[in-house]
């Protein structure tokens, strides 16, 4: 079993930065793709980005592309999302989740934390 545990949210104006984190317990997850999704107010969980367990494949959503990235320390059993130019449409809670598949589809992942509110201001 993995525990994940987000932090790092909070509320932004537009044009600034986060970090969030995700802190895995439970069993290492350096076998694991490591994912980030985001849930929007009325809309389904989408993908944002992944990083491939070995740490050098990435892929990102069109829509945070440029201004979002991944990244992984193993040795941490932590996976981070660093934000930059943040725009109101980026206000949503972020999930982490860590998959054997992994990918861009959430049925990928086979577990999840509950997730860090995001809010960006106009």
């Known amino acids: 079993q993995v525990q994940l545990v987000e932090s790092g949210g909070g509320l932004v104006q537009a044009g600034g930065s986060l970090r969030l984190s995700c802190a895995a317990s439970?069993?290492?997850?350096?076998?694991?793709?490591m994912g980030w999704f985001r849930q929007g107010p009325g809309k389904v969980r989408e993908f944002a980005a992944r990083?491939?367990?070995?740490?050098?494949?990435?892929n990102y959503a069109d829509h945070v592309k440029g201004r979002f990235t991944i990244s992984r320390d193993n040795a941490k059993n932590t996976v981070y999302l660093q934000m930059n130019s943040l725009k109101p449409e980026d206000t949503a809670v972020y999930y982490c989740?860590?998959?054997?598949?992994?990918?861009?589809?959430?049925?990928?992942?086979?577990?999840w934390g509950r997730g860090t509110q995001v809010t960006v201001s106009s």
């Open positions: 989740a860590a998959g054997v598949v992994g990918g861009t589809d959430v049925r990928g992942y086979d577990y």
């Open positions: 439970g069993r290492s997850t350096s076998t694991y793709t």
């Open positions: 990083m491939g367990w070995r740490g050098g494949s990435t």
